[in-house]
Every structure is written in C-alpha cells, then in structure tokens.
C-alpha cells in the first residue's frame, strides 16, 4: 500500500506553503476561468463534447509520452474514475453550462460545491460537518439562488442543472482524492496525465455519438480550442496538482475562487454583461461562502486581523 506525507496528501495540514508556491499555483483557476469566454465566443456552437476532448485527450497524451510513466496496479481504475469526475464529466458539464449561460453565472453556480464536498466527506470519511462550515456552505447555496432566480435574464434550467451536477462532479473528485491520497513516486504531471488522458477517453464515443464532428474550424475556432488544450489543460493541470502537494490544504481550498472571479471580470469588461442590485449580492455572497467554508472561525478571525477580546470581557 501507498503512503503520503502529510504535504502531499490532500487532507493535510502544514505550514503555510509561501507567497511563491501560492501564486503559481493560483494561476490554473484563474486561466480556467477564461473558459467560459473562449467558449462562447470562439467555439462553434453545438459541440461541448467534442470541446471537452479537444481540450482534455491531446493534453493527456502528450504529458504521458512527456513523463513515460503510465498508472498502475489501483491507479488504473482510480485514474479512470478521478479522470472521469474531474475532467470528463466535470469538463462536458461546464461547457454545456457555459452555452447556456452567462460566463460569470455559469461559473458562480459552483458555489453550491462546500456544501456538497461537506456531505460527501461526511458519508465517504466520517468528517462530521461542523457549524461554521455547514453554514457557509448554506450562505453558497442561497448566493447561487439570488443569481439565478433574481435576474432579469431567462436563465436557462438545463444551464443551471449542468453547472450544479459540474459542482457535484468535482466535489466527487475532491474527496475520493483526499480519501486515496497520491501515488507515492509519482509527480504531478504524470498525475495530471493519467486524468487528461482518462477523462478524454470517456468523452471521445459520447462526443462521436451524440454530436459529431464539428464543422472544420476557423482560425478563430482554432484559436480557442489551442488556448483551452494548451494554457487550459496541458501548462495547468500539473501546476494545479504540484501545489496541492506543496500548499497546505486550505491554502489551496480557496484559490478556485479565481475562476468565477476572473469569468464575471471578463464578461463584464469585454461582453457587456451586468448584474442585478440582487444578483451581485449573491455573486459576492456565494464567493464569500466558499472562502469562509474552508477556513475556521479561529482562521478567519487571523486573517482579518480582529483583535482578540480581553481577559475579562
């Protein structure tokens, strides 16, 4: 049997990891929240499965014959099953989100993910959910409500349903990886090329059969799909799984928050999208909820700086 440390395994706890470490690895959310732009402004409409592949399975590939190390004994089907939830099912999801969406919507309805993680670590490790994180958890939920239901816009329902079962995807991935840990001698670009490739190869015959192949792509297209394979996938996923070995779990917890973050900037900035008095409320909401589910009441108070109440008082 495997062991990991307490750095590299997902539900340690260390040190703070350093302003570097924390930086680079903060680059992956924030890159994958171009995704929604580039997808609905570069890819031919119709295909969130062929762009699921597109992005994912070149990407795998190469970081295998990069690394020649292919996963083994219990990593063939943990890789299988972690590649599925955390790329193929997660990736397919979010870019029928994103269609069907505005970006920062599409990308803000993942905020129902700490109460989900929360349930899962309950009933697959035997964490008992404490107040503190079961309340944010619940401020998310209620953050997503007010930016679907509260707008002026007609939200699409099968949008929605996508991005909260992309939610329920990746939270699925989050525990089982910190119930099994990482391989021991394994680096995080053979890691992230058992998953690439993985979720690749069970989108390619869904892609095949229910859509086809897309119509030949522009220079346009061909920009998009290079910047979501190459910058989305290939440069970002070993970064992404390097700094959950090195940062401390909860130093990483949050820094997906860049996504949605970085997808309401853009689509502010360069789509002229906006929001309701009600809808901003729930954006900052449900962002507020995901860092706060992740920290203590001890943590948070630290990072604020509050003072600490005298003796006495």
């Not at 970081?63 to 020649?68: D, E, I, Q, S, V």
């Not at 083994?72 to 269609?99: E, K, P």
């Not at 239901?149 to 699409?156: I, T």
């Amino acid at each position: 049997m495997t062991q990991v440390s307490n750095r590299s395994a997902p539900g340690g706890a260390s040190a703070p990891g350093g302003l570097a470490p924390t930086a680079l690895t903060a680059l992956a959310p924030a890159v994958w929240g171009t995704t929604y732009l580039v997808t609905t402004e570069f890819l031919p409409p119709g295909h969130p499965l062929v762009s699921g592949v597109i992005r994912a399975l070149p990407a795998g590939l190469v970081l295998l014959a990069a690394t020649r190390t292919p996963p083994r004994g219990a990593w063939l089907w943990r890789s299988l099953l972690l590649g599925t939830l955390n790329i193929g099912a997660l990736f397919a999801l979010l870019f029928v989100a994103a269609y069907r969406l505005p970006g920062g919507v599409a990308a803000t309805v993942l905020a129902v993910q700490p109460l989900l993680v929360v349930g899962l670590a309950f009933l697959l490790l035997g964490e008992r959910p404490t107040r503190w994180r079961l309340g944010w958890g619940l401020a998310g939920a209620a953050g997503v409500a007010l930016i679907v239901l509260q707008g002026r816009a007609s939200f699409d329902p099968w949008g929605v349903l996508a991005g909260i079962a992309a939610a329920a995807s990746m939270a699925c991935g989050i525990v089982l990886t910190k119930r099994w840990g990482l391989p021991e001698g394994v680096g995080p670009t053979a890691l992230a090329g058992w998953q690439l490739t993985a979720g690749g190869l069970v989108l390619l015959p869904l892609a095949l059969a229910f859509e086809g192949l897309p119509p030949a792509p522009d220079l346009r297209a061909v920009g998009g799909y290079t910047w979501l394979a190459v910058a989305g996938a290939l440069l970002t996923y070993p970064i992404w799984f390097r700094g959950i070995g090195r940062l401390p779990v909860v130093a990483v917890s949050f820094l997906p928050l860049l996504s949605p973050v970085v997808a309401a900037l853009l689509g502010l900035l360069l789509l002229g999208e906006s929001l309701t008095p009600w809808q901003g409320l729930g954006f900052a909401l449900a962002l507020a909820a995901i860092a706060a589910a992740q920290l203590t009441p001890g943590a948070a108070r630290a990072l604020i700086r509050l003072p600490s109440p005298r003796k006495g008082e």
